[in-house]
T-cell receptor, first 118, second 116 residues
Framework: GAVVSQHPSRVICKSGTSVKIECRSL??????MFWYRQFPKQSLMLMAT?????????EQGVEKDKFLINHASLTLSTLTVTSAHPEDSSFYIC??????????????FGQGTRLTVV | AQKITQTQPGMFVQEKEAVTLDCTYD???????LFWYKQPSSGEMIFLIYQGSYDQQNATEGRYSLNFQKARKSANLVISASQLGDSAMYFC?????????????FGAGTILRVKS
């Protein structure tokens, strides 16, 4: 399957600071990437769809000013959690859509990032 | 209404036995895709198997098979010959519509524990 890499895998930051998470497609160009959030022992919830060269599309209830998404190149999307607070502590994971499409176009995920805000 | 329902919060299975993880879905779109993922404690989402709504046969991938019952709107995952390494969280997910790139909607997940 398509290789999607996420960095960092774990990050601890102080309350009030910002943290950036990277999602890279390693062996393909991805015009679309997806950012999910997962609270402990819960399911994945889509936060936003990231489109290269344009603004991200946020799901209802997700603060776009809080979670800044930048998809500046065909292989990289970044999620920045601004002014992080303990309630932002969660597991963030991305997936990337392969250009050839098909039924598995967006089936492959990065390794995820566990964010802890102290 | 829940799009994807996984009614088993946790399951135990004896090593080398088969286990079925339940998944029911709700959609009015005739075109959809169903996915199963494994999430070990490390957190990564490992794609296991896919079933399209128009697929005539049940999907199989090694020890994984999908028991697709369209009329009942169920897509149960069957793991044969369970191994200790199968212990993980398992998620069922659905994508609606023909246009690939639509979001995946996930169920609540089932924790599977394989006993030796």
């Amino acid at each position: 399957g398509a290789v999607v890499s996420q960095h960092p895998s774990r990050v601890i930051c102080k309350s009030g600071t910002s943290v950036k998470i990277e999602c890279r497609s390693l062996d393909f160009q991805a015009t679309t990437m997806f950012w999910y959030r997962q609270f402990p022992k819960q399911s994945l919830m889509l936060m936003a769809t990231s489109n290269e060269g344009s603004k991200a599309t946020y799901e209802q209830g997700v603060e776009k000013d809080k979670f800044l998404i930048n998809h500046a190149s065909l292989t990289l999307s970044t999620l920045t959690v601004t002014s992080a607070h303990p309630e932002d502590s969660s597991f963030y994971i991305c997936s990337a859509k392969t250009p050839q499409g098909g039924v598995l176009a967006e089936a492959f995920f990065g390794q995820g990032t566990r964010l802890t805000v102290v | 209404a829940q799009k994807i329902t996984q009614t088993q919060p946790g399951m135990f299975v004896q090593e080398k036995e088969a286990v079925t993880l339940d998944c029911t879905y709700d959609t009015s779109d005739p075109s959809y895709g169903l996915f199963w993922y494994k999430q070990p404690s490390s957190g990564e989402m490992i794609f296991l198997i896919y079933q399209g709504s128009y697929d005539q046969q049940n999907a199989t991938e090694g020890r994984y098979s999908l028991n697709f019952q369209k009329a009942r709107k169920s897509a149960n995952l069957v793991i044969s010959a369970s191994q200790l390494g199968d212990s993980a969280m398992y998620f069922c997910a659905m994508r609606e519509g023909r246009e690939y790139g639509n979001k995946l909607v996930f169920g609540a997940g089932t924790i599977l524990r394989v006993k030796s």
